[in-house]
């Protein structure tokens, strides 16, 4: 994925150089370009950090490594494992700031995992049934950590399995973030690195309808896009996600309307069903007017309680009503299996600490560092 240079802004660490500025940075060393290409390879392909395991380099370059900086920006705490096989690292950074992965296995295929990554340490955006939302937002999260991430997780695979997609549901508003974002983007989809397919990762946003935009043209719409919209009214929106008084529906659906879609591609409407407030029969029949036209799939999510909220999901009757009256009218419904809930690793639990030691997950593993 090539972006148009004003996109792209400076690398922040080490892991966000791109193979063409580790051939830079390697030629001011005085040092043959293809060594940068090496470089980067160890780093994206084979997930290498510690320049002494980079056996194909001359010694005084790999001390020049270490000299520059190349270490991991972000270390394994722990993973916790819930019965489903969903896995969600806890991962430190030197500034003692944490964030929260997830790798999650398909349910009929468990060799096939979809990572959950975070974007932010924390969330500007306030939605009131999220808990990132609630705690607010503490810093960005730079490019070299939104990919150490997958790095990282990379390790923890079973020696079956291996990461498909990537989803950018974690903590945080990717599009908040969004040169950090960008460059991450490049990288995670590099066919020299990790070699993600452009159509298998995901930006999920609350709708920040400028930065779609850019996304749109910086991407020509090859990014999968996902949506929260969780209300249909502007009233009922702005209630319960802030940003929607900046940019309301009629300002969000437009945007939608003109993001650059192939053929069979369709942008991803999130909907956390959270009950009384936007489960009725009423609003599964104004959201299809609401997206006419915009080729859509939804996924609905029932609520996954909070602790700083008595905000719930709907009974599963409820839920299935909904589904129904959107199915009927023709829209393709999804409703999103929570997974991993025994380690509070669903949708919107991700948030500063780990699980409380009541809720003991079914296996867990204890890290503190990684040297490398
Ligand atoms: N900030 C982005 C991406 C992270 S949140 C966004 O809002 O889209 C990923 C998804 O989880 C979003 O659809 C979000 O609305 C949803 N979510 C947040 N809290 C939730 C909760 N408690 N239960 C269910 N889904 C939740
Ligand atoms: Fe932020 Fe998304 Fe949570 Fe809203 S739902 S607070 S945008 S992480």
Known sequence: MKLPERALTDPDHPIARLPDEWEQTVTAWGEPAYRGRQIFEWIHRHGVLDPAEMSNLPKALRARLVQDGVSWPLALVSSHVSDDRTNKLLLGMPDGERVETVLIPQLQDPSVVTQCVSSQVGCAMGCVFCASGVAGLKRQMSTGEIVAQ????????????RIRNVVFM?????????????????????????DLSKRRVTVSTSGLVRQIDRLAQDFGGQVQLAVSLHAVRDEDRSAIMPINRKYGLDELMGCLRRYPLSKRQRITIEYTLIEGTNDSVADATAMVNLLRGIPVKVNLIPMNPISESDLRAPDASHVTRFQKCLTERGMSVFVRKTRGDDVAAACGQLAFHPPERGKAPSRTRQRTTISS
């Open 150 to 161: 997958v790095l990282l997780g990379r390790r923890e695979l079973e020696s079956d399995q």
């Open 170 to 194: 974690g903590m945080g508003e990717p599009l908040h973030n969004y040169e950090a974002l960008a460059r991450a983007l490049v990288l995670l989809t590099h066919p020299a690195g990790i």
